[in-house]
């Protein structure tokens, strides 16, 4: 069993930066694909960014490419979003993700542990 804490989120304006880390424990997380994931009130849980777990390659969706950025830190557990040019839609509780399954993916139902969530809110 994988357990994945969130944290890092708060209270920012447009154009600031944040890094999310998503510290895990039960176990290493060296062989996992590692995800982002973010659900806005009264929106669908949408993928953010992926990578692999020698972290050789990322992936992640055009409304956030060039200005989110996955790592990962297996010495530490740790994986990482940082966050720059933040815009209001940006606004979500963001979710880390663990999948046991090669080959990086966005969708929700390829990942099998989830963190209860940090809250990022982008004020305009």
């Known amino acids: 069993q994988v357990q994945l804490v969130e944290s890092g989120g708060g209270l920012v304006q447009a154009g600031d930066s ?52 996955i790592s990962r830190d297996n010495a530490k557990n740790t994986v990482y979003l940082q966050m720059n040019s933040l815009e209001p839609e940006d606004t979500a509780v963001y979710y880390c993700a663990a999948d046991r399954t090669p ?10 542990y989830w963190g209860q969530g940090t809250q990022v809110t982008v004020s305009s």
């Open 18 to 69: 944040l890094r999310l880390s998503c510290a895990a424990s039960g176990r290493t997380l060296s062989s996992y694909i590692m995800g982002w994931f973010r659900q806005a009130p009264g929106k669908e849980r949408e993928f953010v960014a992926a990578i692999t777990a020698s972290s050789v390659r990322t992936y992640s969706p055009t409304s956030v490419r060039g200005r989110f950025t």
């Open 103 to 112: 080959g990086l993916s966005a969708r929700n139902r390829d990942y099998d």
